[in-house]
């Protein structure tokens, strides 16, 4: 399987939806976390992250979405997650972040729990 | 078919060596006829296991990881050591969302993955190296 790590990024009503393959590593979540930081200076406070592509994960790479959600919460901003594997959902659960993000099937699901 | 298959790997520290053996994990559940999304958790549990093996291994490609996989359909046994100067697990402090967003590191789930993830967790670790062996039920 490929597991090369990329992005690509999208704004829908000035939420921003990244959308991820590959291996997510710490070049992985320190692609994700770049991505965020150039949206959050222009204001973006709502964030949907797609895992679709991304069937390994480890929690170095997860580390990076913790100092999103720190980000997110100071500013009154919200995370959801999509599309997860059912082992990434579990690790999740596990490091407690569906406490502070939320998480739905997919995209659109995503937008309509944020409307 | 329910005679284990196992591999056996010695992985140098070069970036993303852990895929090799997640590959590697892949092709022997296939072998056993084992369904892809049976060995999603223990993707992260081999993962885990070897950044976190790396982290104490002291450094440089001269400091390899050794990984074993025994697997049969209804079971995994990895086995990861590496040979750094060893740690006190019971120093590790249990993270906590909280704390980590309080600022400061944000890292150091490995253990905690690892235990909750798995079906049996257990870490040895002394002057000579660290050896964990993780047990995962793939039924």
């Known amino acids: 399987m490929d597991q090369e790590f990329s992005l690509t990024s999208q704004l829908r009503d000035r939420r921003l939806v990244i959308t991820t393959s590959g291996y997510v590593n710490n070049t992985g979540g320190q692609a994700i976390a770049t991505e965020f930081d150039r949206h959050f200076a222009q204001g973006v406070r709502e964030v949907i992250i797609n895992l679709a592509g991304s069937k390994v994960v480890n929690s170095v790479g997860m580390s990076f979405l913790l100092e999103i959600l720190e980000k997110l919460q100071d500013a009154g901003g919200a995370m959801v997650f999509t599309n997860l594997d059912p082992a990434v959902d579990k690790m999740l659960t596990i490091m407690g972040i569906f406490s502070i993000a939320g998480k739905a099937a997919t995209v659109d699901d995503a937008i309509k729990k944020l409307s | ?139």
Do not use: Y
């Open chain 2, 1 to 139: 078919m329910n005679s284990p298959v196992v591999l056996k790997i010695e992985l140098p520290n070069v970036p993303d060596i852990e895929l090799v053996a997640v590959e590697g994990l892949g092709r022997l559940a296939r072998h056993l006829g084992i369904p892809e999304e049976k060995i999603g958790e223990a993707r992260i549990l081999v993962t885990e296991a070897i950044i976190n093996a790396f982290e104490h291994a002291g450094g440089g490609s001269a400091s390899p990881v050794v990984v074993e996989f025994t697997m049969t359909p209804s079971d995994l046994v990895i086995f990861v050591r590496d040979f750094g100067k060893g740690f006190d697990p019971s120093s590790v402090e249990n993270p906590q969302l909280a704390e980590k967003l309080k600022g400061g590191g944000k890292r150091g789930w490995g253990l905690k993955l690892m235990e909750s993830m798995s079906d049996d967790f257990r870490i040895d670790s002394a002057p000579d190296g660290t050896r964990i062996t993780i047990r995962k039920m793939l039924r």
